[in-house]
């Protein structure tokens, strides 16, 4: 009984860990706004802080410019929400995870 109580919470739990396809170049919404949520408590309009980072998932200026991000917006704070996960898509097929270094460790992304 327990080790089937066991295996189902792993079960469980490895259904929950978000998926990244094999090329590692894209990940689900909901992984977007649990970091978002982990950033920013999930304001996607945070404004700019000291260092240049804004957005819901506190994109560098330097980033957000070389990502193509001035597409949506001069900074990642006035582009929308889908906007920003669009350039978050291009940070994690170039840089991985590590982009967001404590927030994707805290949620198990890497």
């Known amino acids: 009984e327990q080790a089937a109580a066991r295996a189902a919470a792993a079960a469980k739990a ?4 978000p998926r990244v396809s094999s090329s590692g170049a894209s990940a ?6 649990r970091l978002a949520q982990c950033e920013t408590g999930g304001n996607w309009s945070h404004p700019t802080v000291s260092g240049g980072f804004s957005g819901g998932l506190m994109f ?3 980033t957000w410019n070389a990502m193509g991000g001035r ?3 001069a900074t990642a704070n ?3 929400r889908d906007q920003q996960i669009a350039v978050a898509e ?3 097929a170039s840089s991985g995870w ?3 270094p404590g927030c994707s460790r805290k949620l198990g992304l890497r």
């Open 78 to 80: 006035g582009a929308t």
């Open 71 to 73: 597409a949506y917006a």
């Open 90 to 92: 291009k940070v994690l």
């Open 28 to 33: 689900g919404s909901g992984v977007w706004d």
């Open 60 to 62: 560098h200026s330097g």
């Open 14 to 17: 490895a259904a929950a860990k």
């Open 98 to 100: 590590g982009a967001w």
